[in-house]
């Protein structure tokens, strides 16, 4: 079979193989990011511990009504994932392109509103290290936090922008007719990915926005 002409590969041995390999590929790329993230976690876990009612006064600065929303928003867009990767199963590439493009539009929606947020911060003087001008918190604690946070929501949007990229990215594929019932490796791995920015970010939501 030529490899010029399908996407499966004559050196994985067989299209089981191939896929197993791309999943497994893509899971261990995810452990990465999950040790990456979880390093933050304990970070702010310990400096939660030394200013824990700095770290609650902060968080009432950040917009908790419209990070409800934004998870809304993301939660939606993985449901609209996981139903692109039902539909290229059963091979409607079509409305894995629309579920696929809802997701975006979601995602998109998403980081307006984190957009929105960093402006609001930057106005009140919520910035992390010497750009600290918040004068209803004590520096120290209250620059600790707010350097977590857009360290945390900061990483969190460039993943995002890079799952974006990637469901463009398979959007364009179904438009090609890539992707068919037999052949969605690509939807499936992207798809991982957008569910681990989903994870990490209703971790992130109550560990910056719900403290108490």
Not at 75 to 95: D, K
Not at 175 to 203: I, K, M, Q, S
Request: aromatic fraction near 18%; charge should be negative; proline fraction near 3%.
């Amino acid at each position: 079979m030529s490899t010029e002409t399908t996407p499966w590969r004559e050196y994985f041995g067989s299209r089981e193989n191939q896929s197993q390999a791309a999943q497994l590929g893509m899971w261990i790329f995810l452990g990465s990011e999950v040790l990456l993230f979880a390093n933050l976690f304990v970070g702010y876990a310990v400096y939660r511990y030394y200013y824990p009612e700095v770290f609650v006064e902060a968080s009432h600065h950040l917009a908790a009504g419209w990070a409800a929303v934004q998870t809304l928003l993301l939660v939606t867009s993985s449901l609209c994932v996981a139903l692109a990767v039902h539909y290229i199963r059963s091979g409607r590439a079509f409305w894995m392109g629309v579920a696929l493009l809802a997701a975006m539009v979601l995602g998109l929606g998403f980081l307006v509103i984190k957009g929105w947020e960093y402006w609001k911060h930057w106005t009140e003087g919520a910035l992390p290290g010497e750009y600290y001008r918040l004068a209803e918190l004590p520096e120290r604690g209250g620059s600790l936090f707010f350097t977590l946070y857009f360290l945390l929501t900061g990483l969190h949007a460039v993943h995002m922008l890079v799952g974006l990229s990637v469901l463009g990215w398979l959007v364009w594929g179904a438009l090609v007719g890539r992707y068919t019932a037999e052949y969605h490796v690509p939807v499936e791995v992207g798809g991982l990915y957008w569910h681990l920015v989903d994870v990490f970010w209703l971790f992130i939501y109550p560990l910056l926005y719900l403290v108490e």
